[in-house]
């Protein structure tokens, strides 16, 4: 195995098949150079959590059991590939809920273990990153990338396809979860991300809910004060009885968020001399931060990437994209005592 791992380095074509159970999404891709893709099966569990108002990791994790196995199928079948002409198989082992990420760990390692293949270990957050390697097929490091989702929020310097660097993070929440727990407040279905921003384009920009200003002088952000803020706002109005009106709350709070967004990842770019920053993760599918951070950017002579809509969120797709790179610099090989991780580093 380890001479056929050292041989894929130099192989002209890689077929990687790729698998991504972190969450609530069962979603297993097939992808080719890292950048095309032949197939991205994605089993959504949105219907099925949003009665619970957000994610069951009990729940979850029985439906990739349910799933992964007809999803690996269906991948190959639309890939139009049989099981002998992938060169490898990668899958995230982190971070993300245990026993979701278990389940795909654990099949991945049955398929390597019965096809003779690779395996690769992939991070959830590089995943993301290489997203933007998908819908641009040109772009390569170094540049900046803003990372926006559920589990994460930071700015990074990517220096190369595997050398990351962090210049900020959150020091608390991260802003997906913040996004999901004003939804929340505001009686929005799960997930809230969506719901704020489609209720926000119909809202104004009246109410004053701001970020903590502890952090102004630096690259890192904090998101528990104004989620705190606007709970606050919607309790008090009810204990007086008062009309909430949900649209502007949510404008005012997508303002202010995206707002301290673009403004840190702005000063990163002219602390990094960099030109170019790319967006990773589910929040960067959000409207207003695409059009604000796309005009700034360009207002000092810069570019904002944001992966296609379908890349943005949880997909296979993109794991595959991180091995292949993973691969070519000789990381990433694991082997059946490989197990899941809830929390990793960079």
């Keep these: 195995m380890l001479d056929e791992f050292k041989n894929l380095r130099s192989k002209q074509d890689l077929i990687i098949l790729a698998i991504e159970s972190s969450c609530d999404e069962t979603a297993v891709s097939v992808v080719k150079n890292g950048r095309e893709v032949l197939s991205n099966i994605i089993a959504s569990q949105i219907e099925i959590h949003r009665r619970f108002g ?18 690996y199928e269906e991948a190959l079948k639309q890939a139009g590939i049989s099981a002998e002409e992938i060169d490898a198989i990668a899958v995230t082992y982190g971070a993300g809920l245990m026993g979701a990420l278990l389940v795909g760990v654990n099949f991945a390692k049955g398929l390597s273990y019965a096809l003779g293949k690779p395996l690769i270990a992939v991070n959830h957050v590089h995943g ?20 926006v989702s559920g589990g994460h929020t930071a700015i990074l310097k990517v220096s190369d396809y595997h050398k990351f660097k962090m210049l ?17 407040v505001l009686s929005l279905p799960y997930p809230g991300g969506p719901e704020i921003d489609k209720l926000a384009k119909l809202g104004k920009n009246n109410i004053k809910f701001t970020v903590s200003n502890a952090l102004k002088n630096t690259l890192n952000f904090s998101f528990s004060g104004i989620k705190t803020s606007v ?12 009309k909430i009106i949900p649209e502007d709350v ?62 943005c969120t949880d997909n296979a797709a993109m794991i595959g994209s991180a091995a292949y790179y993973y691969i070519k610099k000789g990381l990433g090989r694991a082997d059946l005592t490989l197990t899941a991780r809830p929390t990793i580093d960079l």
């Excluded at 957000?54 to 999803?71: D, F, K, T, Y």
């Excluded at 709970?231 to 009810?238: C, Q, S």
């Design 54 to 71: 957000g994610v069951v990791p009990e729940i979850a994790s029985r439906n990739h059991l349910l799933a992964i196995s007809n999803l």
């Design 168 to 184: 900020g993070s959150t020091v608390d929440d991260a802003v997906g979860e913040a996004f999901d727990k004003v939804a929340r």
């Design 250 to 311: 949510a404008r005012s709070f997508e303002e202010s968020v995206t707002d301290e967004l673009v403004e840190k990842t702005i000063r990163a770019m002219k602390l990094s001399k960099s030109k170019k920053v790319v967006v990773a993760g589910g929040v960067g599918a959000n409207s207003m931060l695409q059009e604000k951070l796309r005009k700034k950017a360009k207002e000092i002579g810069g570019e904002a990437f944001f992966p296609e809509l379908k890349y």
């Design 128 to 147: 993301h990153i290489a997203s933007n390697y998908i819908t641009y097929k040109d772009l390569k490091p170094p540049f900046l990338c803003l990372m």
């Design 231 to 242: 709970i606050n706002y919607v309790h008090k109005m009810e204990q007086k009885k008062e």
